[in-house]
């Protein structure tokens, strides 16, 4: 199954602000406005944190945004806190056949 | 509370059987999408079925099709994965998530129940 490629790490201190790429295909990212993004602590369950490429759930800090052009989407994270330090896995539709595809992930690293 | 909780997972041989269950609650869900992905060790995740809230709607990723059945009992609020024919390379962790399905996210997931598939 194809996947979205992120870059495997990033990281930032504390204050700072990083951005994650997520590089789809003109059959994915490129097609749909469709894409999600993902914060996961490893043991505990995945948490949405933007959808629709720059939609935030409700509740969710705006320290987090998303964005996207052409084949890529981008996350980012301003005033980076210790708690942002987890994998972000990006994800968008790619058609009724395909239906969704993740990123590898990222592990992003709060120094 | 809005949740879902994955149970099932295990130790399995080669070419064994198992099935894996999710209970939700806290929200319809009869009226709820939901879906299977599965995180290999190592690995990114995958997203490997989901079926919507009547089971009129269906679908498998490549990986699984034709091996891993997934089901609903909407009385119980509880998804189901019946997984034959394992191989090693379904070792993961299998995470229930609810899914949007107009809009193509997983907005309530689980913690996961891991499978492995090993002599």
């Known amino acids: 199954q194809s996947v979205l490629t992120q870059p495997a790490s990033v990281s930032g201190s504390p204050g700072q602000s990083i951005t994650i790429s997520c590089t789809g295909t003109s059959s994915d990212v490129g097609s749909y406005d469709l894409v999600s993004w993902y914060q996961y602590h490893p043991g505990k369950a995945p948490k949405l944190i933007i959808y629709d490429v720059n939609k935030r759930p409700s509740g969710l800090s705006n320290r987090f945004s998303g964005s996207k052009s052409g084949n890529a989407a981008s996350l980012t994270i301003s005033g980076l806190q210790a708690e942002d330090e987890a994998d972000y896995y990006c994800c968008s539709y790619a058609g009724d056949t395909t239906s969704v595809i993740f990123g590898g992930g990222t592990r992003l690293t709060v120094l | 509370q809005v949740q879902v909780v994955e149970s099932g997972g295990g130790l399995v041989n080669p070419g064994g059987s198992l099935t894996l269950s999710c209970a939700a609650s806290?929200?319809?869900?009869?009226?709820?999408?939901m879906t299977w992905i599965r995180q290999a060790p190592g690995k990114g995740l995958e997203c490997i079925s989901y079926?919507?809230?009547?089971?009129?709607?269906?679908h498998y990723a490549d990986s699984v099709k034709g091996r891993f059945t997934i089901s609903r009992d909407n009385a119980r609020n509880i998804l189901f994965l019946q997984m034959n024919s394992l191989r090693a390379e379904d070792t993961a962790l299998y995470l229930c998530?609810?899914?949007?399905?107009?809009?193509?996210?997983?907005?309530?997931w689980g913690e996961g129940t891991t499978v492995t598939v090993s002599s």
């Open positions: 998530a609810r899914r949007d399905y107009y809009h193509s996210y997983m907005d309530v």
């Open positions: 806290g929200f319809i869900f009869r009226n709820s999408y």
């Open positions: 079926i919507s809230g009547s089971s009129g709607n269906i």
